[in-house]
C-alpha cells in the first residue's frame, strides 16, 4: 500500500469517525430529550391519578361520622324522620360539606330523602342519577353481604366519576351502619349517594397542587383517548365515553434541547477542526507506518527475546519443506532441544537471568547450525530447529553438535550458570507422513532422552510410541489406583546399634490388577511428573496414621516431596488427616530431601515451622548427595540427617565414603542432630556405621518392608524407646 492509499483510508476514517459520531451524539440527544419528557408527563400523569385516589378517599373518610351513627340507623331505617333528615342529612351534608346531592336510599334501594342545591326536593329527583349509582349501589350490597369484610372495612364506600346530564361528577355510595348498639329493622341498611361536580373544583385544586398547565376535563369517545397526551382517565360515561382530565405537560427534555443547541454547535466546529488536525498528524503517522512495516512483519513471525523465529513461522517453513520432499527426494530432519534444569536458574538467579541465558542459547544455536536451518523458540526453554536437505548422519552431527554447544558454564551478569540440555530428532523422507507427525516425533525422541540422563539426544524409534503409550496408561491406571484407593504402604524397621526396632519407615507400594506388584521407582517418577506426588503422598500419609494407632513407641517415617511443601492447602491437609485418624504428630518423622530446601523460598520455610509447631519432627533425606549447606541446615529445623545409601554401599573398604559419613555423622552430632545411614546389607557395612557414631539403621540386613500386620506381630515392636 502506497502512502497516498493510506493516507485517503485515513482521512476517511477519521471523517467519518468524526460524522458518525456527530450523529450519534445528535440522535443521543434527542432520544434523551424524548425520553425525559415521556417520564415528565408519566409522573405527571400518576401524580394526578395519586391525587384523584387521596380526593376520594378524603370524600369518604369525611362521610364516616354520617353513616357510621346508632341514631342514623334509628332515623332513617328504623323508623323513618324526615326532619331529622332534613337537618343531619341535607343541612350537614349537603350543606356543611358542599355536596351538590344527597339521597338516601332504603333498604329496598328506594330514594326516601332528597337534597339537592341546598335544599330538599322529592325522592323521585334520584331518577337522574339512578343508573349511574347502581352499579355502586350493586357493589356496597355485595360487600354488606359479607360481614367480615365489613368489620375489615368498618366504613363502607364505593365511588366514581360519571357522568349525570352531561357534567362529570363524583358519586359516592355508602353504607349506613350502626356504631354502638343500634339494629337494622332487616338484614340490609340505608344507603346515603351524594355526588358533587369534579370539573372546577378538581382541575382548581390539581392545576395549583402539582402544577399542571392549561388543565381542563373533557369527556371524548374511547378510541378518542390519545395513550401519548398528557391527561387521566377519571371515568366513563354510561354510553362507553371517558372522562379525561388533560393538562399541557412540561417538557424538560425539549427545554434541555434548546440550552444544547449553541453548546452542540460548538461541538460540530470543533470536531471539524479535530478532524482537521488529526488528519494532518497522521499524515506524518503514514510515513512512520510504512518504515515500520516491515518491522511488525518481523516481529509477527520472530520471538522478540531472542530474534529467532516463531511458532508460526516455524509452522510455515516445517510445511514449505515437507512440500519439497514430493519435488526433490531427501531427507528433513526437526529438533526439539530442552534446556535441562532451566527453572533452577530462574528460581536461584531470577527471570532476568533466565532471559540472558535464552539470548545467549539463541546466539550459540545460530552459530551451530546452517544458514538454509530455520531456528525457532517454541517457548520457555523449547527450541526447535528444522534441517532440510539432510540424513539421519546429517541430522546425528547436528543434534551432537548442539549438545556440545550447550554444554558448560554460561556467564551470567549475576553470577555463572551451569548450562546443558536434551535433544530430541525425527527424520523423515516419506513426504506422506505429516509435518506435525514429524514435530511430534522429536517431541518424543525429546523425552527420551530426558529420561536417559539429560545432556544427550535420542533419536525417533517406532518403540518410543510403545513406551509412551505405556506411560499414559500407568498415569491413567495410577489415578484410578488413587481414586479407588488400591495403593498400599509396607514398613521397612529403623533400628538402634542393637538391633531393636525403633521406629519403621512408610513406603508407597502399587499392585496393580494387570501388570503385577509395579516399582515405587517406577510409578513414583510418574507422579512427581504427572502433577500426581501430592495425591499419592497424601494417601501414604492417611494409611500410616491410621497403622500408627496399632503400634506404641515406635517412630514412623513418612515422605514428602517438595512439591507438597510448596502447596499452599498442604499443612491444612495434614492437620485435617489427623483430626480425622485421631493420629498424633509426635509419632511422625517427615523426610524432606534437600531438592526442597535448595527453593529455600519463605513458602518452604514457613511450612516446616508449621509443622514442627504441630509437633512433627523433620528428616534431611538422601543427605550429601545434592547442594544442601549448613546454612539450610541452620535455617531450617531439621531433627536428623539420613545417611544415603550410595556412601553405605561402598563401605568399609572405601576410604572416600568412610570420610564422607564420618563427616556427616560429626555434623550432626556438632548440631545436635540424629543420623540414620539407609541401605544398610551386610553386617561390616553396620559395624562401620556403628564405630562412627550413627545412632539409627535401616536396610535389609535389619528387616526388608513389610505389611503393618507384620510389624504389629515383630515382638520388639513393644519396646519403649
Not at 333498604?107 to 347502581?134: C, L, M, N
Not at 355502586?136 to 346530564?165: Q, Y
Not at 529403623?494 to 494387570?514: I, S
Request: one cysteine or more; aromatic letters at 6%; a neutral charge.
Amino acid at each position: 500500500m502506497d502512502r497516498r492509499n493510506i493516507e485517503l483510508k485515513i482521512f476517511g476514517l477519521i471523517a467519518g469517525m468524526a460524522a458518525g459520531m456527530i450523529l450519534l451524539a445528535g440522535f443521543a440527544l434527542t432520544v434523551a430529550t424524548r425520553h425525559a419528557d415521556a417520564r415528565e408527563r408519566d409522573y405527571e400523569q400518576t401524580l394526578v391519578g395519586n391525587g384523584l385516589r387521596q380526593r376520594i378517599e378524603e370524600i369518604q373518610t369525611g362521610l364516616n361520622p354520617y353513616v357510621i351513627w346508632d341514631e342514623a340507623i334509628h332515623k332513617l331505617d328504623n323508623q323513618f324522620d324526615q326532619a331529622w333528615a332534613s337537618q343531619n342529612i341535607g343541612a350537614s351534608v349537603g350543606g356543611a360539606l358542599g355536596y351538590e346531592a344527597a339521597f338516601v336510599l332504603d333498604a329496598a334501594d328506594k330514594p326516601i330523602y332528597a337534597h339537592v342545591a341546598g335544599k330538599d326536593v322529592s325522592s323521585t329527583t334520584f331518577d337522574r342519577y339512578a343508573f349511574q349509582a347502581s352499579s355502586l349501589v350493586n357493589d356496597v350490597r355485595a360487600i354488606e353481604s359479607d360481614p367480615k369484610k365489613v368489620a375489615a372495612l368498618h366504613a363502607v364506600h364505593k365511588s366514581r366519576v360519571e357522568l349525570v346530564r352531561g357534567e362529570p361528577v363524583l358519586i359516592t355510595v355508602s353504607l349506613i351502619r350502626p356504631d354502638l348498639k343500634a339494629r337494622t329493622k332487616g338484614p340490609r341498611g340505608p344507603l346515603l349517594v351524594t355526588s358533587t361536580p369534579v370539573a372546577k373544583i378538581m382541575v382548581k385544586a390539581f392545576s395549583e397542587r402539582f402544577l399542571l398547565r392549561d388543565a381542563a376535563i373533557a369527556v371524548v369517545a374511547a378510541d378518542a383517548v390519545d395513550a401519548a397526551a398528557a391527561q387521566s382517565v377519571l371515568g366513563r360515561s354510561t354510553d362507553g365515553r371517558r372522562i379525561v382530565l388533560r393538562w399541557v405537560p412540561r417538557r424538560p427534555g425539549a427545554e434541555l434541547l434548546r440550552s444544547a443547541t449553541p453548546m452542540l454547535a460548538i461541538a460540530i466546529l470543533a470536531a471539524a477542526m479535530g478532524s482537521f488536525l488529526l488528519f494532518r498528524t497522521t499524515r506524518r503517522a503514514a510515513k512512520k507506518l510504512l518504515l515500520s512495516e516491515a518491522e511488525a512483519k518481523h516481529l509477527a513471525l520472530h520471538d522478540p527475546l531472542t530474534g529467532l523465529a516463531n511458532r508460526t513461522l516455524f509452522t510455515d517453513r516445517l510445511v514449505h519443506a515437507h512440500a519439497l520432499l514430493r519435488r526433490k527426494p531427501g531427507h528433513i530432519g526437526v529438533l526439539c532441544i530442552d534446556l535441562d534444569r532451566f527453572k533452577e536458574v530462574n528460581d536461584t538467579y531470577g527471570h532476568d537471568a533466565g532471559d540472558q541465558l535464552i539470548r545467549e542459547v539463541a546466539r550459540r544455536l545460530t552459530a551451530i547450525c546452517r544458514d538454509t536451518d530455520t531456528i525457532c523458540r517454541l517457548g520457555g526453554d523449547e527450541f526447535a530447529i528444522i534441517q532440510p536437505d539432510t540424513s539421519p548422519a546429517g541430522a546425528a552431527s547436528l543434534a551432537q553438535r548442539v549438545v556440545d554447544g550447550l554444554s558448560g558454564e554460561v556467564d551470567l551478569s549475576i553470577g555463572r550458570a551451569v548450562l546443558s540440555c536434551s535433544v530430541g530428532v525425527s527424520v523423515v523422507s516419506d513426504a506422506d507422513q505429516g509435518q506435525a507427525e514429524l514435530l511430534r516425533q522429536a517431541d518424543v525422541a525429546l523425552y527420551r532422552a530426558k529420561e536417559a540422563g539429560r545432556g544427550r539426544f535420542a533419536f525417533f524409534e517406532p518403540e518410543m510410541d510403545a513406551a509412551l503409550r505405556l506411560r499414559k496408561s500407568l498415569e491413567r491406571d495410577l489415578r484410578a489406583a488413587l481414586e479407588h484407593d488400591e495403593l498400599t504402604v509396607a514398613y521397612q524397621p529403623l533400628t538402634d546399634a542393637r538391633g531393636e526396632m525403633v521406629g519403621v519407615e512408610a513406603l508407597a507400594r502399587w499392585n496393580h490388577p494387570e501388570r503385577g506388584e509395579i516399582s515405587p521407582g517406577i510409578f513414583i517418577p510418574l507422579a512427581e511428573s504427572c502433577g500426581l506426588i501430592g495425591p499419592v503422598g497424601a494417601a501414604v500419609f492417611r494409611r500410616a496414621c491410621y497403622d500408627s494407632l496399632r503400634w506404641s513407641g515406635l517412630e514412623v517415617s513418612v515422605n514428602v516431596s517438595a512439591i507438597q511443601l510448596t502447596n499452599p492447602d498442604f499443612i491444612d491437609e495434614i492437620v485435617a488427616t489427623l483430626a480425622e485418624t485421631s493420629a498424633r504428630a509426635e509419632t511422625f518423622m517427615l523426610e524432606i530431601t534437600e531438592t526442597a530446601l535448595l527453593k529455600d523460598g519463605d513458602g518452604v520455610h514457613d511450612a516446616l515451622r508449621r509443622l514442627k509447631r504441630l509437633g512433627f519432627r523433620l528428616a534431611l533425606d538422601d543427605f550429601g548427595t545434592g547442594y544442601a549447606s549448613l546454612a539450610y541446615l541452620r535455617r531450617h529445623p531439621i531433627d536428623k540427617l539420613k545417611i544415603d545409601r550410595s556412601f553405605v554401599a561402598s563401605l568399609p573398604g572405601n576410604g572416600e565414603a568412610m570420610a564422607v559419613a564420618s563427616a556427616i555423622v560429626s555434623l550432626a552430632k556438632s548440631l545436635g542432630l540424629k543420623t540414620t545411614a539407609e541401605g544398610v546389607e551386610t553386617q561390616n557395612q553396620m559395624d562401620a556405621l556403628v564405630k562412627l557414631g550413627c545412632v539409627e539403621f535401616q536396610g535389609y540386613l535389619l528387616g526388608r518392608p513389610m505389611p503393618a500386620e507384620a510389624i504389629a506381630s515383630t515382638p520388639s515392636m513393644v519396646r519403649v524407646r
